[in-house]
Each structure stands twice: as structure tokens, then as C-alpha cells.
């Protein structure tokens, strides 16, 4: 086993490597740069993804000179006539555009490699500080959403298995297809409007994971406070994520009941409960158990972005997405250099958890 994750280790560096090439020169292609956001700010027509959020931290603060030439002609950035050319250089030797894109790139794998993401272009703040600031947002998020997904999902669909075909099992599967099909970010609108003081109850808060004088705040006051923020952001998330974890172990069980062991067992004169959970769970839930960390993963990544920005939520997948419409490229590769080596880890460890779970496999034999 050992030897299956030393390999998987190594396999992290290219892979990293190549996620990083591919993003790198696809940014290099996409219109409207930060050189184009700062022009915009300069002559007063930006829209900024802060701008949303009037008030709060990490409003983009525009630098460089206005000052305005009569001159006109031609330039590569969008907006850029009548600025002077000076002016122009000194935006490219701020941003590091003056160097060629090769460069630009392997100083960028140099900096990354010694965990040196360097400074956010439009906010006073090391990037490095800034994921550490979001990141405890996220990850609570994502670890309060998929126990809740797995503390509903494995006994719902266990029930399901075995009362396969009866009317518990038809109507809840309806509930689970209604909640598959409804996106989380729209069940997120649902819950502000009933509970959020958007038309009916204002039963909880709109954003944030802390009200205001938090830190003045007893220990207990200070739990029952942020499980009363983050009660309707992890309920949009859960709603969407536990259909298919249902399915999975419902299917999971449903084959494992129907192998010879079970009905050698029963024939022993063993209860069904003792079937059920002596016999089947071990070999039903290998696959669901070991699946933590990629469902974590899939949770962080796909379901927090809209989560986020909905509840106003100071998070990762906020960060991320403000970095993106405001072109602020050394945040935008560090959010995708750590969701990606993330990743990649909790997905080792899931393969670990698997042989940890059932001894019987074994990934020495696999040729990686």
C-alpha cells in the first residue's frame, strides 16, 4: 500500500502541473483583462463583482495614475484611447505584463511551488492571507453539509432497500427526485423568501456565519449564534446533494441482499436485523464510506460558489467568483491550485479509506 501511495504522490505533480498550463494560457485569451477593469475604474464605467456588496471587505481598490491624454491611437486594451502610452506601461510593469507569457508562466510555477502566490492586483492583501481567511467559510460548509448528506442519505436509502417496492419506498423516491431536480441556489431563494424575512418569517439571518458582537458573545452564545447563520445555507446545499448518496446505498444493499451469503445466512436461523447489519452493511456501505472525501470534494466545489455569494457568505467560492469577474488573476490561480491539490489528496484518501475499510483490496496489483 505504501508503495501505491507514493505513486499517487508523484502522480499529484503533474497533474497540478497540467491543470495549471491549461488555465493559465486559457486566461490569456479571455477578453477584458485587469488592465481593461482598471481603465473601466479609471474612466468611471466598471462593475465590479464587490460592487454587489457595498460596505463589505475586499471592495476593489483601483491604483494608478488618471490623469488623461488628448492623444489618441491605437492600443490592445479595450478603452484604452486617449490614455497616455506612459501610463499604459506603467499598468503593464504593475500587473507583470510586461514580461512574455512563457515568463510569466514559469515564474508563476517557481512562486507556487514555494507556496508564493503573491498579492490580490486590486486588494491590499497577500493572496495566501487572503484563502486563509476564507477558507475556514468553506470548509465549514462543506464538512456540516456532507455529514448531514450521509447522516440522512445511508439510513433513508437503507429503509428503502428493504422495503423495496412498497409505498415508503415510491413516495420518498418522488421527494428525492423533486430534490434532485431542484437547483440548490433556487431552493436557497426559496428559503430567503419563507424564512429570511424576504416575504413571510424572519426566522434567520441573511448573511454572514456571525452577527455583530460576536466576540463579546459567551461560548454557548456564540455556538447557538453561528448554527442559527448557517442553518439555511447548509439546508440549500443538503437538499441537493443526498438524492444521489440515497440511490447509491439503497442499489448498494439491494445487491448485496440478493448474493448467496445473505440467504446461506438467513438459512442458519439468523434474524433479519442481524443479516442486515452483521452481515450486509460492512459489504453494502465499502463503496459509500470510501466515497467521503470525493463527495466533500464535489460538495466544496460544485454546490458553496452560488451558496456563497447568495448568502453573502466570505468564503472560498466567493473569493473565487469575484476574482473572476474582476480578472484578478493571482487570486483566481491560487483558489484553482488549492481546490485542485485538495482534491486530488481527498481523493487519495479515499482510495486509502477503501482498503482500510475491506482489506481484500488491494491496489499494489494496479499498474499507475
Do not use: C
Not at 464587490?50 to 479595450?78: M, V
Not at 514555494?114 to 486590486?122: C, N, Q
Not at 433479519?272 to 460492512?282: D, I, M, N
Not at 479515499?350 to 494496479?366: A, C, K, L, N, Q
Amino acid at each position: 500500500m505504501f508503495a501505491y501511495i507514493l505513486r499517487r504522490l508523484m502522480l499529484i505533480i503533474p497533474t497540478l502541473l497540467g491543470v495549471m498550463v491549461i488555465n493559465f494560457f486559457v486566461i490569456q485569451f479571455a477578453p477584458g483583462g485587469p488592465i481593461e477593469q482598471l481603465i473601466s475604474q479609471m474612466s468611471g464605467n466598471a462593475t465590479s463583482a464587490t460592487s454587489a456588496f457595498a460596505g463589505q471587505e475586499g471592495d476593489i481598490k483601483p491604483s494608478g495614475n488618471g490623469t488623461q491624454s488628448t492623444g489618441q491611437g491605437d492600443s490592445k486594451y479595450r478603452g484604452a484611447q486617449g490614455l497616455d502610452p506612459a501610463i499604459l506601461e506603467e499598468m503593464e510593469k504593475q500587473f507583470g505584463f510586461d514580461k512574455p507569457v512563457h515568463v510569466r508562466f514559469f515564474t508563476m510555477l517557481k512562486d507556487y511551488a514555494r507556496f508564493d502566490f503573491g498579492d490580490s492586483y486590486f486588494r491590499d492583501q497577500s493572496v495566501l492571507d487572503l484563502v486563509l481567511d476564507k477558507m475556514p467559510v468553506s470548509i465549514s460548509l462543506g464538512l456540516w453539509t456532507t455529514l448531514l448528506v450521509y447522516l440522512i442519505s445511508i439510513p433513508l436509502g437503507i429503509r428503502k432497500a428493504v422495503k423495496d417496492g412498497s409505498s415508503f419506498d415510491v413516495w420518498t423516491s418522488s421527494g428525492i427526485v423533486i430534490g434532485y431536480a431542484i437547483p440548490g441556489f433556487l431552493f436557497a431563494m426559496l428559503l430567503i423568501i419563507l424564512f429570511a424575512g424576504g416575504r413571510y418569517f424572519d426566522w434567520f439571518p441573511l448573511r454572514g456565519l456571525t452577527s455583530s458582537g460576536w466576540d463579546n458573545m459567551s461560548w454557548g452564545e456564540k455556538i447557538l449564534d453561528y448554527f442559527w447563520h448557517i442553518t439555511l445555507p447548509v439546508t440549500a446545499m443538503v437538499i441537493s446533494g443526498f438524492a444521489s448518496l440515497t440511490m447509491l446505498t439503497k442499489n448498494s444493499f439491494l445487491d448485496q441482499i440478493n448474493m448467496q451469503y445473505v440467504q446461506t445466512a438467513r438459512a442458519k436461523g439468523l434474524g433479519e436485523r442481524q443479516v442486515l447489519y452483521g452481515h450486509v452493511f460492512r459489504n453494502a456501505m465499502l463503496i459509500v464510506i470510501a466515497g467521503f472525501p470525493s463527495a466533500f470534494v464535489s460538495i466544496l466545489f460544485t454546490g458553496s460558489i452560488l451558496i456563497e455569494v447568495i448568502f453573502s457568505l466570505d468564503g472560498l467560492g466567493r473569493l473565487g467568483w469575484e476574482a473572476t469577474i474582476n480578472r484578478d488573476y493571482p487570486v483566481v490561480f491560487a483558489t484553482l491550485y488549492f481546490f485542485t491539490l485538495l482534491g486530488l489528496i481527498l481523493q487519495l484518501i479515499g482510495d486509502v479509506m477503501y482498503h482500510i475499510i475491506d482489506p481484500r483490496i488491494d491496489f499494489e496489483s494496479r499498474n499507475f
